[in-house]
């Protein structure tokens, strides 16, 4: 997700090369010394000559970076919300099915998407679907949940995480399967995983393919 790199940790007078990763929700330090600081016990995170200065509690560690410094420490003062992670915008025509989470609805409406009602038999042309997906049995709805969305829509599947019902191998190949390519994977919540899936470029009707939007190309976050 391009929050890795190699660099040089100053911490309570002592120096170590290593990797430092801006996870979730740790920053973490592994070379010399180990370090894993979480996100929430940082008080502040600044950025000069290449240098990312964070303190938490009454310390504070210097990793640096180079020229990402500025790019870890607005990101660590201001995490992407979990819409933003799943790239719901405004005005977007969106539908939630089975999900874990009641409150997502209300977090949708918050955001200004039109939250179309999951089985509505309006026609086709869903930007997003979000589609709970608890057993491999449930990824067989997947050729069908594919006619629901515009053919630059998205179909995230959330599923849980470490569950042997359902892996994330099997939810890849019946994406394959239903004719979709999976390009992005976050974390929904403590307990579920979400993984988007698209329909090729080459797949979709000539009048309207476009460029990709960001986050076609798969990642992590």
Not at 22 to 44: C, M, N, Q
Not at 66 to 83: D, E
Request: hydrophobic letters at 40%; aromatic letters at 4%; charged letters at 30%.
């Amino acid at each position: 997700m391009g929050y890795e790199a190699d660099c040089t940790l100053r911490l309570d007078g002592t120096s170590s090369k290593g990797v430092a990763r801006l996870e979730h929700r740790d920053l973490v330090f592994r070379g010399g010394v180990k370090l894993a600081i979480p996100l929430s016990d940082i008080k502040t995170a600044t950025a000069q000559d290449g240098a990312l200065r964070v303190r938490f509690g009454n310390r504070q560690a210097v990793l640096e970076i180079g020229a990402g410094a500025a790019k870890w420490a607005a990101r660590i003062m201001n995490p992407p919300t979990r819409l933003d992670k799943l790239g719901v915008k405004p005005g977007m025509r969106v539908a939630a099915a089975r999900l874990p989470d009641p409150s997502f609805r209300v977090e949708l409406e918050r955001r200004g998407a039109v939250v179309v009602p999951a089985g509505s038999r309006e026609p086709a042309g869903l930007d997003l679907l979000f589609y709970s997906a608890e057993d491999r049995e449930s990824l067989e709805q997947l050729p069908a949940l594919r006619k629901t969305i515009r053919p630059d829509g998205a179909i995230w599947i959330v599923r849980p995480k470490g569950s042997k019902a359902i892996t994330e191998a099997e939810t890849m190949a019946a994406g394959k399967r239903a004719g979709l390519v999976d390009v992005k994977v976050v974390s929904f919540s403590e307990t579920h995983t979400a993984e988007k899936f698209v329909i090729p470029v080459a797949d979709r009707p000539r009048t309207t393919r476009r460029t990709p939007r960001v986050g076609d190309n798969k990642s992590r976050g």
